[in-house]
């Protein structure tokens, strides 16, 4: 039996930023550091990029130990890093 694909519902600005407003200011700038050194590290694949690389690498893994501490969900990892083909 072939099982239907799981439905995404997409929550709504307002939802979505009142769920922001509820964690704590290090943990909103933690994800937000975060996130931008993905959107870097994604524009860096070019080998004479490496030191853009490894700052962003940097930025991810001191960001990462704030929001694994708060909460192992909230972790960015490779999945997460925008333009790749999932």
């Known amino acids: 039996m072939i099982a239907r694909p799981p439905y995404t519902v997409p929550v709504p600005d307002a939802v979505a930023d009142l769920a922001a407003r509820q964690l704590p200011p290090h943990i909103r700038d933690a994800r937000r550091e975060s996130w931008e050194a ?5 524009l860096c694949r070019q080998p004479r990029y490496e030191e853009g690389r490894q700052a962003a690498l940097a930025r991810i893994a001191a ?3 704030v929001l694994a501490a708060h909460n192992p969900g909230l972790v960015h990892g490779w999945g ?3 333009g790749l083909n999932r």
């Open 63 to 65: 960001a990462t130990k």
């Open 38 to 42: 993905c959107v870097h590290l994604s």
């Open 80 to 82: 997460d890093l925008p």
